[in-house]
């Protein structure tokens, strides 16, 4: 009988081997099951029986020179009712049979021995002689079986993930034992020995072939998808029975292994795919080993070609030039996955989403607290920065949202999507197989959420987010004045400029007391947009606001808080990267000097020196007129109106409102004072008298002990409260005044009331100052203390009104005209108003023109409770 040639696809036993003819087109060619004549091989086992010794030695005895191997082949018998066929191989010249036998792999068939016809004696006697040669030299199965010792797993004997976490990212031999698709295969895995060997399901690592399911026995629905069959024979014919390099890299859902199969020739993924039988799959190329590149590489070849399984394909047409790739500076972060960006040639301001990502929806239990960490990441790291964008695809207007250009953006090797995925602050897009409209580094995207996921950072954590409760400390004047001592100690303090109402006017968060505020530039005046389209906006006022917009919004800032507004907004210095911004304003003529404000401003001269550059350039304001109508009208220095009646140095000691305080005269008196009070201390020290059997009177004198500091005062008794077993009292010699329990209050010894009480009442003289209840009154009074509290001033004594005193004030280190006194400034800054029914109105005509003057000024000025217009009108 005539031999046939043949290529052995596999061997399943010692005496098994599946052959297959050559193919023909792209059809894998057809197959049969040959046994060899007349010899026996120790049976494999599976998941019902172990193996028999020496079967799979005997089994990879033939695999190791056969696999893939031409050989010509004859059918010797069949079984008549099994339809099995035994027969002959050759490998050349050799004879594949009494290979295997002399070798000792495998044992002549007790039918065959006594098979006597002529044709097979001869061949059979050749068989049973090499057998005895290889029983005598203890070749193969008889070796002695007592010491055979190989251990095999059929099924997976541990956890999946712990089996995993043992091998992950290890090179491991393997044979591949079937190949159920073209990226499903069963693989023996040979660990280091004492390892069992284990077989294994693995699925390729980044791709994903055409799925080939035939001969279903589970109930499940057969299914061979369009290039599946070649696709499975293209992998059978380049690794299956062949020595690989396994690395086990992750787990699909469904707990089967991901792994990369690695052959002498190459890695068979990225064979598929550039021959356009299989595709890229997103979900496991971030485990690949080598990364992604070289597969999706690979991919393109087949895309551009249009093989197979992209025979269909289309390459998508991207803008060219600016359209697609362009410099751009980031002006705005909008949220935690879309920001505002200008580009840097056309000056055209795009809104960008960033490329498949986006941030937690109101929906997750962790969407506020993410969000505003995923927005102030991007704030940090690219506002204001040059980027390099690259427009990805474009979202067209769907459901009532609006369409979206969504882009990569990078600063130099920071991709800002990958970044925020990678800290936990976004979730990655999940797009369709085949969709293209995805970011240009979706692959490097994936791999940083997988970091995130594994690492348990951000979104992924299983602890609960920080918390993040912002106030408004610019609620109102009352609370705003609650912040306001801190903040004057505080110094330079760092923010972020959250929003820019006009060019001097900010809302700012303090990040370390998570807070924000209303913050004004002090010794300025920005020019006011329009509130609304149809208010009329100042001059400049839109273009000062852009640039306070591109110079500040969302930048870090520093500023310094001199003081609270009516409103609750802070006035105070604003830094950025070090520059006064007020200076800068009035540098570029978008802003003019507040002149009383700057005067007392310690960056006046730098407030000064810019507007006057600004002038002398004309920018901008400066540009409409001349500077002439703009400066400031000089104020005259004089001598005194009227002669001084009574002048005296005194201290203020207690301010009740913004015209109304206490003083002391500074004199001899003061000294005697510092004296008592010293042997005061003394006796209340050593005096253990109670006060439980003292009941002082209305109008009494007593020592009372004061809650501040808890030392012993000369105070009067105001009014006594026997319900609550309290008393008010005012301290004497200071004028401050607190409600206390009669436990703090004890007889004054007569030797300590021989001193006049030092502190006396007065008033500010021809003003009327409104009362810290009513309107403007707590501004007034808060203004009046700043600029005279803890200085030594200079006091005219213009009007005694029993123990009231009327005063004109001064500070020594100014003039003493009565245009620079204390009364004028209050006048000035529209806290006071001249008071017409004043006894001092008539009798000092020359002082009251200049404070009138100072009030015109204040109206025009807007200042203080003229701010929406004149309110004396009613008293013409």
């Not at 049973?128 to 070749?139: Q, V």
């Not at 505003?372 to 769907?398: C, H, M, N, Q, W």
């Amino acid at each position: 009988m005539a031999y046939s040639k043949a290529i052995v696809k596999c061997i399943l036993s010692g005496d098994t081997l599946i052959l297959r003819g050559r193919p023909s087109g792209n059809q894998p060619p057809p197959e049969r099951q040959l046994n060899l004549a007349f010899i026996q091989a120790p049976r494999l086992g599976n998941q019902k029986k172990e193996d028999e010794p020496f079967a799979f030695e005997a089994r990879e005895y033939l695999r190791n020179f056969l696999v893939g191997k031409e050989v010509a082949f004859r059918v010797e018998y069949t079984i008549p009712n099994t339809g099995r066929e035994y027969g002959t191989v050759l490998l050349g010249s050799e004879n594949v049979t009494q290979m295997v036998v002399k070798e000792g792999w495998a044992k002549v068939r007790e039918d065959g021995r006594k098979n006597k016809e002529e044709s097979r004696g001869e061949e059979i006697e050749t068989l049973i002689a090499l057998e005895s040669e290889a029983k005598s030299a203890g070749k193969g199965v008889w070796q002695n079986q007592e010491q055979y010792s190989r251990s095999v797993n059929y099924t997976l004997q541990e956890e999946t993930r712990e089996y995993l976490d043992k091998y992950k990212g290890l090179v491991i031999e393997g044979i591949i034992e079937q190949v159920r698709d073209g990226s499903s295969l069963r693989v023996l895995f040979i660990p280091p020995s004492p390892a069992s060997h284990q077989y294994l399901n693995i699925n390729i690592s980044g791709i994903k072939a055409p799925i080939v399911r035939k001969d279903v026995s589970d109930g499940g629905e057969a299914l061979v998808e369009p290039f599946g069959e070649e696709a499975k024979y293209f992998v059978e014919t380049r690794i299956l029975q062949k020595n690989v390099k396994v690395i086990l890299e992750g787990l699909s859902g469904n707990q089967a292994f991901y792994a990369s199969i690695l052959h002498p020739a190459g890695n068979i993924a990225e064979a598929l795919l550039s021959s356009g039988l299989a595709k890229v799959a997103d979900r496991s190329i971030t485990m690949v080993t080598d990364g992604p590149t070289k597969l999706r590489a690979a991919e393109n070849i087949a895309k551009e070609k249009q093989l197979r399984l992209w025979k269909d394909h289309v390459a998508r047409n991207k803008a060219s030039g600016d359209n697609h790739e362009f410099e751009a500076t980031v002006t705005r972060i909008i949220s935690g996955d879309t920001i505002s960006v200008k580009h840097n040639r056309t000056g055209i301001e795009r809104k960008l989403q960033l490329s498949s990502i986006r941030q937690p929806k109101p929906k997750d239990s962790k969407f506020p607290e993410y969000n505003f960490e995923a927005k102030e990441f991007l704030r940090k790291k690219l506002i204001g920065k040059a980027v390099k964008v690259t427009i990805d695809y474009s979202k067209p207007a769907t459901d009532g949202f609006e369409a979206k250009d969504c882009a990569t953006v990078r600063i130099g090797e920071f991709n800002a999507a990958e970044a925020l995925l990678e800290r936990g602050l976004a979730h990655i897009i999940r797009h369709k197989r085949d969709d293209e409209d995805r970011s240009s580094f979706y692959d490097q995207l994936m791999i940083a959420e997988q970091k995130a996921q594994t690492n348990a950072k951000g979104i992924h954590s299983p602890k609960d987010p920080p918390v993040y409760r912002i106030s408004d400390a610019s609620e109102n004047v009352s609370k705003a004045k609650q912040f306001l001592n801190s903040l004057q100690r505080a110094g330079r303090i760092p923010g972020v400029i959250d929003y820019v109402y006009n060019a001097s006017r900010f809302k700012i968060f303090i990040p370390r007391e998570s807070y924000k505020i209303t913050f004004v530039l002090g010794g300025i005046r920005a020019p006011r947009p329009g509130r609304n389209p149809s208010d009329k906006s100042d001059p400049f006022a839109i273009e000062a606001s852009e640039f306070a917009t591109r110079k500040t919004f969302q930048r870090d800032v520093e500023i310094e808080v001199e003081n609270v507004d009516k409103t609750g907004g802070f006035i105070g210095t604003l830094w950025i990267k070090n520059e006064n911004f007020a200076v800068a304003l009035l540098r570029e003529g978008f802003a003019t000097i507040h002149d009383y404000s700057a005067s007392q401003s310690p960056y006046s001269k730098q407030l000064y020196a810019a507007e006057e550059n600004a002038k002398t350039e004309k920018k901008n304001i400066w540009s409409l007129q001349d500077n002439e109508s703009f400066k400031e009208q000089e104020v005259t220095t004089t001598t005194e109106l009227e002669p001084r009646k009574e002048y005296v140095d005194i201290v203020v000691t207690e301010f009740i409102s913004g015209g109304r305080f206490y003083l002391q005269v500074i004199n001899d008196d003061i000294h005697k004072l510092e004296k008592m009070m010293s042997e005061f201390s003394l006796y209340h020290k050593n005096d253990a008298s109670s006060s439980s059997s003292f009941t002082p009177r209305n109008n009494e004198m007593v020592s009372a002990q004061f809650t501040e500091d808890n030392r012993w005062y000369r105070a009067k008794i105001k009014k006594v409260l026997p319900e609550s077993k309290n008393v008010e009292v005012i301290y004497t010699d200071y004028g401050n005044s607190e409600v206390i329990p009669l436990t703090r209050v004890r007889p004054l010894p007569d030797n300590f009331k021989q001193l006049p009480s030092q502190s006396q009442e007065a008033i500010l003289s021809f003003l009327n100052v409104r009362n810290k209840e009513e309107e403007y009154g707590e501004d007034a009074y808060e203004h009046f203390r700043d600029i005279v509290g803890n200085k030594r001033l200079v006091a005219n004594i213009d009007y005694k009104e029993n123990n009231l005193l009327h005063l004109t004030l001064y500070d020594p280190k100014v003039s003493q005209a009565i245009e620079a006194s204390i009364n004028a400034e209050m006048v000035k800054a529209g806290y006071a108003t001249v008071d017409k029914k004043s006894i001092l109105y008539k009798s000092n005509p020359a002082v009251v023109e200049k404070l009138l003057e100072a009030q015109e000024q204040a109206k025009k000025g807007r200042m203080g409770m003229f701010e929406y217009g004149d309110i004396t009108a009613d008293d013409e």
